[in-house]
């Protein structure tokens, strides 16, 4: 994979990006605070994991009808959401706290969703950051079994009707990560990646097999052993959790980059995109719903992408305030701050955006 590079034409895109890092630096210092989260992260952490391990440890140690076992899957698929989104997201960035130690406890909260930290970290910290929104470089807008999330990919005929389907396969996203790591950690290990993170290829592979095995064997394996279910409802159940989750998670993250207003920009012959990176972020990226306090604490500022874009090692306990500063300094440099106020507007931009991207 070729190196791209940002290199605006515009100075002012250049001066720009100055201007908003003093700006933000500014806010820290004069109040200070840290970028890092704080104990009520801590205590938002707790929460979600209550959410995610409560109703697990309900269903293994009390007998309860069918209709309540659904809704305590349901409940752990929206805490494992919760999980993904609010604390493991922070995590991976090295954002959820100032010790390191404590961001990689965080960040192996991943194991919860069946995955591993290193995939995650190359896929989003690493690719997903550094080239948002390019086709070929970024996964996260890569074509997914009957989805097509760039305009740069092939069409086909069946894309014309994504905007109804898609979020079927949404919840098909952590399922599919559960087994798709593998195939994801030998196109790392090919390429080269995997060594350039200074890890050994095979001690990954190793590792990604032990991760899945020691998930496998607790969520599935433990209700087998200690309950009446039977095989058949256990893997519902399963599917059930994992539907639930990815639903949440997928959909959130696509309202984030692929709805009206974002580019998919490619690079030039001689791989130069002319922006500034902090430019090329807000070109990509858009904010949903600010003003909905509940969904952002839930969904982890994720609703705040622009921002979380902008400045990814910084907690999404500050993007609220630091929102309307980033907003005010694209506008002063004419540059386009894509914001929809609500989130079904982002959710109604999403699926009209879906059906431009199929036809």
């Known amino acids: 994979m070729r190196t791209i590079q940002f290199i605006a034409k515009d100075p002012r895109e250049k001066q720009f990006t100055q201007v908003l890092k003093e700006r933000v630096h500014v806010y820290f210092k004069t109040r200070g605070l840290s970028i890092k989260g704080n104990g009520l992260l801590m205590l938002k ?34 805490g494992e959401a919760g999980i993904g989104m609010s ?6 960035h090295g954002a959820f706290s ?31 950051h550094t080239y948002t929104n390019i086709y070929g470089y970024d996964q996260d807008i890569e074509s997914k079994g009957l989805l097509r999330l760039c305009q740069h990919a092939p069409l086909q005929r069946i894309h014309r009707f994504q905007y109804l389907y898609a979020y079927f396969f949404y919840g098909l996203m952590t399922l599919y990560k559960l087994f798709a790591d593998f195939r994801q950690l030998t196109d790392f290990n090919r390429s080269g990646m995997t060594k350039a993170q200074g890890r050994n290829p095979k001690v990954e592979m190793l590792k990604l097999i032990a991760v899945k095995t020691l998930y496998l064997s607790i969520i599935l394996g433990l209700p087998l052993w200690l309950t009446a279910y039977t095989w058949w ?33 490619l690079p030039n012959e001689q791989g130069i995109i002319h922006s500034e990176w902090m430019v090329h972020q807000l070109n990509t990226t858009s904010d949903f719903a600010r003003k909905n306090h509940l969904l952002s604490w839930y969904v982890g500022g994720l609703n705040f992408q622009i921002e979380h874009h902008l400045f990814p090692n910084m907690s999404h306990i500050h993007y609220p305030k630091i929102a309307p ?34 036809v």
């Open 87 to 92: 604390v493991m997201h922070d995590a991976s």
């Open 233 to 265: 409802q256990v893997l519902i159940g399963f599917c059930l959790l994992h539907l639930t989750a990815g639903m949440i998670m997928s959909t959130v993250f696509q309202m984030a980059h692929v709805v009206e207003g974002t580019a998919q920009p």
């Open 325 to 358: 500063i980033v907003e005010e300094t694209a506008k002063e440099f004419g540059l386009k701050y894509n914001l929809k106020p609500s989130f079904a507007a982002a959710f109604l931009s999403h699926a009209r955006r879906l059906k431009e991207l199929g």
């Open 45 to 78: 952490a707790s929460i979600m994991f209550a959410v995610y391990l409560t109703p697990f440890v309900l269903l293994l140690t009390v007998s309860v009808p069918i209709w309540v076992a659904v809704l305590l899957v349901i409940s752990m698929g929206i």
């Open 98 to 128: 100032r010790k390191k130690w404590v961001n990689e406890l965080c960040s192996s909260s991943m194991f919860l969703l069946g995955s591993n930290t290193f995939n995650w970290k190359v896929q989003h910290t690493l690719l997903h």
